[in-house]
């Protein structure tokens, strides 16, 4: 009789998400204050990160940005000390397990507890999987993935003592469908995707509420890092409107933030479609980018 019951209760909240959901469409959500929370940031010195961290500045949040590259990130935090936010710089390798706990301790003693973190930084090296090196894909792994569980389980105590933070997983579109050429950097963004749908769903079974999560999977984005990329069916995307999307999806706790949005039904679509038109959609799509294919750089 219970299970009859609780598919009846199953079946009214599917229901009742359905709606909610429609609701929320037409009705704008309420955005939260970040004003004073401590933000980190990873992979601040350049692209989505620089232009985030602008955006968190204008806000009045107190700024940890971290990046390997020094000369970056203080170009960030001058501008964003421009924007009236208090800033703190930290030169971090996000590869470097000891490095990052080392960072977090320092940011503790010197700034305090942080609330929000972006895990942002990231590695891709665009190559076929002959032509990629050993340490190439080993550095992917570190930084798009291994970095996010050191300094998630670095910062999380802290906000699980008082149920407050906001933890935020800079994915891709490719940690939801699959680019050739780029295997090290989806099966690290897969990786990305798992983790963030993983830990919202622990701390939900902790109880937890008051600790959110937000997981950008933008397309192609025009930072340097992939070169010369084009497609017909998704733009290349700039920095400004990723870093927009993003600060909108974190105000309104949004869990699964796509840019552009409509990219969420292709995603959709890929579970469904079977292969031969997946396939059709790949060659219609036409997405092509510089990458070493037999260890000479080529357009694919």
């Not at 199953?10 to 709606?19: C, D, K």
């Not at 204008?58 to 421009?82: M, P, Y």
């Not at 149920?163 to 780029?182: K, Q």
């Amino acid at each position: 009789m219970n299970i009859v019951l609780d598919i009846l209760l199953l079946l009214i909240t599917i229901l009742y998400s359905y709606v909610e959901s429609l609701v929320k469409f037409f009705i704008p959500r309420r955005r939260k204050s970040v004003a004073g929370e401590i933000v980190l940031i990873t992979g601040a010195g350049h692209g989505i990160g620089r232009l985030t961290a602008y955006e968190f500045a204008k806000r009045r949040s107190r700024l940890v940005l971290w990046d390997i590259n020094k000369r970056g990130v203080e170009e960030t935090a001058g501008q964003c000390r421009k924007l009236g936010a208090t800033v703190h710089v930290f030169v971090v390798d996000c590869s470097d397990r000891e490095e990052i706990y080392s960072s977090v301790n320092q940011v503790k003693k010197e700034v305090g507890d942080v609330t929000i973190v972006v895990n942002n930084a990231g590695a891709v090296y665009p190559a076929d999987l002959l032509s990629t090196k050993d340490e190439e894909i080993a550095k992917t792994f570190e930084v798009n993935i291994l970095g996010h569980f050191w300094i998630t389980k670095a910062l999380l105590p802290s906000m699980m003592k008082r149920n407050h933070g906001h933890i935020v997983t800079v994915a891709s579109v490719c940690g939801h469908g699959v680019i050739p050429y780029l295997i090290p950097y989806c099966s690290s963004k897969f990786a990305a995707v798992g983790f963030h749908r993983a830990l919202t769903l622990e701390l939900q079974a902790l109880g937890k509420t008051g600790i959110k999560t937000s997981c950008l999977c933008p397309v192609f984005v025009n930072t340097g890092f992939t070169k010369n990329p084009s497609t017909r069916l998704w733009p290349v995307l700039e920095t400004e409107q990723v870093a927009r999307s993003l600060i909108d999806g974190i105000l309104t706790n949004k869990k699964m933030i796509f840019v552009p949005s409509y990219v969420s039904i292709s995603v959709m679509l890929e579970k469904f479609l079977p292969e031969r038109a997946l396939a059709a959609i790949h060659r219609v799509q036409d997405i092509q980018f510089e990458a070493v294919v037999g260890h000479k750089i080529k357009m694919k």
